[in-house]
């Protein structure tokens, strides 16, 4: 078993920045991709960024790309998601979740790959 919990959210002004963590604990965390989703009331969950277990490989979506960098840790079995010039489209509760099936090297953006998951962090983003 693996368990996932981020922390970081919160309320912020639009053009802030925030950074998300997530600490692992349970099975071995280093050699598997990571990755951030979010869902907004009324939405579907959707693929934010993701992470090859070495760091070197990451994946965006495009609504986020050029504003979020997401990192890890594998020391501190952490990854982290670095969100820059919010805006208030951001808004979702963020999840980060854990596919353990896969390479380790390719960032899958379905959600059905992904096995475990963090119970997620508000992220308000007020205009």
């Known amino acids: 078993q693996v368990q996932l919990v981020e922390s970081g959210g919160g309320l912020v002004q639009t053009g802030d920045s925030l950074r998300l963590s997530c600490a692992a604990s349970?099975?071995?965390?280093?050699?598997?991709?990571m990755g951030w989703f979010r869902q907004a009331p009324g939405k579907e969950r959707e693929f934010v960024a993701g992470?090859?277990?070495?760091?070197?490989?990451?994946h965006y979506a495009d609504s986020v790309k050029g504003r979020f960098t997401s990192s890890r840790d594998n020391a501190k079995n952490t990854v982290y998601l670095q969100m820059n010039s919010l805006k208030p489209e951001d808004t979702a509760v963020y999840y980060c979740?854990?596919?353990?099936?896969?390479?380790?090297?390719?960032?899958?953006?379905?959600?059905?790959?992904?096995?475990?998951w963090g119970q997620g962090t508000q992220v308000t983003v007020s205009s």
């Open positions: 979740a854990a596919d353990y099936s896969g390479l380790g090297y390719i960032v899958p953006t379905r959600d059905s790959e992904y096995e475990y």
């Open positions: 349970g099975r071995t965390f280093s050699r598997h991709v």
């Open positions: 992470i090859s277990w070495s760091g070197g490989r990451t």
